[in-house]
């Protein structure tokens, strides 16, 4: 899955994926994608232009402790700045990116590297391999699914709220496998009626 931790629905999908992995055999593996990469040079409401200009900051973050620590911390560093931000409505900045290392069991000063361009080099990497193969007119969830052959197969989404629990996980990624092994199938969607929620 790749993910921007600004992105509320990303969050839903991420801990879909995470009970999906209790009920069937899945391995999620968690990789960065970035709102504001993908929305350079795009002509933007002012509100939306200052969201991603704070929006490099938690992906930088990301990337740097995947470098360093592998997999496993970037989904438990994913777990906490997703808590803070979405169910705790903190605001983002360097208060909260050393107080989820923390909680991550990683070390604070790695902060530092939300303001750093250090790792954008393979920001953009991670960005890219994710949204190649999905193309550039979603935005964040991006999952890559395997294909009848055991190629991945890349979808925007699931977009859902609340989170399905449970055999309920498992029957939606049941259907994410059947379509992603049907030839020639791309889009299924209707309209969002309500806002995310995080229950």
Not at 53 to 61: D, E, F, K, N, S
Not at 168 to 195: H, I, M, N, Q
Request: charged share 25%.
């Amino acid at each position: 899955m790749w993910f921007d931790p600004l992105c509320p629905w990303a969050w839903i999908t991420s801990r879909w994926v995470l009970e999906v992995e209790q009920v069937r055999d899945v391995d999620v593996r968690f990789h960065v994608m970035s709102l504001a990469v993908l929305n350079e040079g795009r002509e933007l409401p002012e509100e939306y232009q200052e969201l991603m200009r704070t929006a490099w900051g938690p992906v930088r973050l990301c990337v740097a402790v995947g470098q360093k620590h592998g997999q496993d911390a970037v989904r438990a560093l994913y777990t906490a700045l997703g808590t803070r931000i979405h169910l705790g409505k903190e605001d983002r900045g360097p208060e909260l990116y050393a107080a989820a290392l923390t909680d991550a069991g990683l070390d604070p000063a790695l902060a530092a590297a939300a303001d750093s361009t250090e790792y954008d080099e393979a920001l953009r990497a991670s960005h890219e391999a994710g949204m190649r193969p999905v193309g550039a007119d979603v935005g964040t969830p991006v999952i890559h699914a395997p294909g009848p052959d055991g190629t991945p197969v890349a979808f925007f989404g699931p977009v859902v709220t609340p989170c399905p629990k449970g055999e309920a996980a498992g029957r939606l990624w049941d259907g994410v496998l059947l379509v992603a092994g049907t030839p020639g199938f791309y889009e299924l969607k209707r309209s969002r009626e309500v806002d995310p929620s995080f229950d």
